[in-house]
C-alpha cells in the first residue's frame, strides 16, 4: 500500500493532481479541505467550529484533521493507496502521521510537491473564485493570510521530508496536462 503526501501551497494544484492520480493508480484520494468543507455543509458540530477558521484564511486545529484522516485510513482497508492532500500542514499534524502510519507497519512513501510562485498561487485562486463557491477564495486579504500560513507552518515540512529522503519537486507553472506528465514520470521512477 502506498502513501502519498500532494504538498504545495494553497491553490497550487494539488487536488486537481490528486483526482488524476486516483483515476491512472486507483488510489483513494483524502483531501482535509473537502473533508471539512463537507462538515460545514452537513452544519455539524465539528463544521460549526471549523467554518470561521477556514473563512479566516487560519488552520483549523491539528486534533480536528488527525481524527478525520485516522478514521479515512481506518475505515478504508483495502484499498491501492491513498493520496493525502492539504495534509499534513504543521510539523505536528506530520508526527502525528508518521506515528499512525508505524502503529500499521506503513509509512508516508513520498511527498511530491508542486511548485508555485505567490503571485500564480493567487492568479490561480482568483480563478478558482470563479468557478467554485469557497468563501476563503473570494477576500484579498483572507488569501494573503493563507499563503503566510503556509510559508510559516506547513513550508517548514520540507526540511521534514528532505531529512527522511521523501522529498520530490516538480514544476507546477505548466499546465494541468504537464504538470500531471511530471507527476507520473515522478511516481513511476518511485
Ligand atoms: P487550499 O489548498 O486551496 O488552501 P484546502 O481545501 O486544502 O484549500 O483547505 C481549505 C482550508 O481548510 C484551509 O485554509 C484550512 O483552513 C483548512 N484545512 C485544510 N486542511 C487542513 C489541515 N491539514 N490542517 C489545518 N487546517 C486545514
Same mark, same amino acid.
Not at 32 to 48: Q, V
Given at each position: ?48 467550529? /471549523? &467554518? ?5 484564511? *487560519?488552520?483549523?486545529?491539528?486534533? =480536528?484533521?488527525?481524527?478525520?484522516? #485516522?478514521?479515512? %485510513? ?27 502510519? /508505524? &502503529? ?5 512513501? *513520498?511527498?511530491?510537491?508542486?511548485? =508555485?510562485?505567490?503571485?500564480?498561487? #493567487?492568479?490561480? %485562486? ?65
Amino acid at each position: 500500500m502506498k502513501h502519498f503526501i500532494m504538498f504545495g501551497p494553497p491553490g497550487a494544484g494539488k487536488g486537481t493532481q490528486a483526482k488524476l492520480m486516483v483515476d491512472k493508480y486507483n488510489l483513494r484520494h483524502v483531501s482535509t479541505g473537502d473533508l471539512l468543507r463537507a462538515e460545514i455543509k452537513k452544519g455539524s458540530e465539528l463544521g460549526n467550529q /471549523a &467554518k470561521a477558521l477556514i473563512e479566516a484564511g *487560519s488552520l483549523v486545529p491539528d486534533e =480536528v484533521v488527525v481524527a478525520m484522516i #485516522k478514521n479515512e %485510513i481506518e475505515t478504508n482497508p483495502h484499498v491501492a493507496g491513498f493520496i493525502f492532500d492539504g495534509f499534513p500542514r504543521t510539523t505536528q499534524q506530520a508526527s502525528v502521521l508518521d506515528e499512525m502510519l /508505524a &502503529k500499521m507497519g506503513k509509512q508516508v512513501d *513520498s511527498v511530491i510537491s508542486i511548485i =508555485v510562485d505567490d503571485n500564480l498561487v #493567487k492568479e490561480r %485562486i482568483k480563478h478558482r473564485a470563479m468557478l467554485e463557491d469557497r468563501k476563503d477564495d473570494m477576500q484579498d486579504d483572507v488569501i494573503a493570510n493563507r499563503i503566510r500560513t503556509y510559508h510559516q507552518k506547513t513550508e517548514p515540512l520540507i526540511d521534514y521530508y528532505k531529512k527522511l529522503n521523501k522529498y520530490h519537486e516538480i514544476n507546477g507553472s505548466g499546465t494541468i496536462e504537464e504538470i500531471f506528465d511530471q507527476v507520473c514520470t515522478l511516481i513511476e521512477t518511485l
